[in-house]
């Protein structure tokens, strides 16, 4: 697993272009929420990268998320986008390796 920072729209940009050719994961995270902590380490062990948005630092970013996905913002919040759009979503402590990487193996 790699922690890509997600800061800018024009990166955001990129990545749903690139979900054109391979399932793309976001991961919206709290620093200030243990749950969204718990959520954090579960990420961790996804194989693959995850684009991590600091909610409280980027909250520009996390808007346009929902905005560009239609789900209301949660934190923490895992997305998976496949061809421009949200495939898989899950908050708080449905927010687990093994349901991202099982949905990663058939995107």
């Not at 997600?6 to 050719?21: G, P």
């Not at 718990?38 to 995850?50: L, T, Y």
């Not at 061809?83 to 193996?105: C, Q, R």
Request: aromatic share 4%.
């Amino acid at each position: 697993m790699s922690f890509i920072t997600l800061d800018t729209v024009e990166k955001l940009n990129e990545l749903f272009e690139q979900s054109n050719n391979k399932p793309i994961v976001l991961f919206k995270h709290s620093i200030t929420c243990p749950i969204s902590t718990d959520a954090c380490n579960q990420m961790a062990i996804v194989e693959g990268d995850v684009n991590i948005v600091i909610v409280q630092t980027a909250r520009p970013i996390s808007n346009a998320i929902a905005e560009r996905t239609s789900l209301q913002h949660q934190s923490p919040q895992t997305i998976i986008l496949r061809n421009g759009k949200p495939i898989f979503s899950a908050t708080h402590y449905d927010i687990t390796a093994d349901k991202v990487e099982g949905i990663l193996k058939n995107a």
